[in-house]
């Protein structure tokens, strides 16, 4: 943890920042490469029986992840034009944020869909596939991070104190170490440690070398967003229908559920989000020096 902390205060050698930087960037793709061509997944193996919290009888529809969507999006477009916060006035920023996140993690999906790590359910989406996705999983992308970093701007106007501030750093060092050792340990697990590593080493890499003044204030609107995250993706994991929409392989995740979501899918979620608001944040800074 000390030498982490001392990288990030030193002043780092231009070209010693540069290899340190590649290397961060190249040894997490090298290791997920690695994973994704050696693991053997058994693709019919999908678990589908999985712990109700309440069934809800009007989400046994084709249409149920389309009311996911509405649910999730209308009312923060509605919300968006607000006096105080504005948040119409940041899509210049916030669109390219999530367009380019949004293509590493379809990638990502489109693969583990077809070498099995994960399906969808028929019964619960409209039908409309492309790329063996349902359209409903391709705006999954783009309305979960317009709603999500909706709530890490209404934080950023209406609270202005740094809540967690002052315990960023161990926050942050303590993502790291767990992300990344669990990462390792679950080498076998496909899912379990892509999620973790690619979370720990972009975290490792955010902490050394980008703009950390805003970390803490992401951390607080996750922690927040978990709430609607839990609900949002319980409909989608089984929770709250007869049986789930998005199925696991239970032999490439972690296995462990909070109510009927799979502990990798916050930690999923967590990279997704931190992705695009470094991208929101960064867009927005050179949008201000123009």
């Excluded at 359209?135 to 202005?160: D, G, R, S």
Aim: charge should be neutral; include cysteine.
């Amino acid at each position: 943890m000390e030498s982490l902390v001392s990288m990030r205060n030193k002043a780092v050698n231009p070209s010693k920042s540069s290899l340190l930087k590649a290397a961060l960037i190249a040894l997490p793709i090298m290791l997920v490469g690695i994973q994704w061509l050696t693991n053997s997944v058994q693709p019919g193996n999908l678990l589908m029986e999985v712990p109700n919290v309440r069934l809800f009888p009007w989400l046994e529809t084709q249409w149920a992840y389309f009311y996911l969507h509405i649910f999730t999006f209308v009312p923060v477009f509605a919300l968006s034009f607000d006096k105080n916060v504005h948040y119409y006035k940041k899509w210049k920023s916030l669109l390219p944020a999530i367009a380019i996140v949004g293509a590493v993690f379809i990638l990502w999906d489109v693969f583990f869909t077809a070498k099995g790590v994960w399906g969808f359910n028929e019964r619960y989406f409209a039908g409309i596939t492309f790329l063996g996705l349902p359209v409903e999983e391709w705006l999954f992308f783009f309305t979960v991070p317009f709603a999500c970093v909706f709530v890490y701007e209404c934080f950023n106007f209406y609270i202005k104190p740094d809540l967690l501030a002052r315990i960023e750093r161990p926050m942050t060092l303590g993502l790291i170490a767990i992300f990344l050792a669990v990462g390792f340990l679950c080498w076998g697990h496909l899912y379990t440690s892509t999620a973790f590593l690619l979370a720990g080493f972009f975290v490792l890499y955010h902490f050394l070398f980008l703009d950390g003044s805003y970390r803490s204030r992401f951390y607080l609107a996750f922690l927040v967003s978990l709430l609607p995250f839990l609900l949002v993706n319980g409909v989608l994991t089984g929770g709250y229908t007869e049986q789930p929409i998005v199925i696991y392989n239970p032999d490439e995740y972690l296995g462990i559920r909070i109510t009927s979501v799979p502990l990798d899918d916050a930690v999923y979620g967590f990279l997704l989000l931190f992705g695009v608001v470094a991208i929101y944040e960064h867009l927005q800074k050179q949008g201000m020096k123009l």
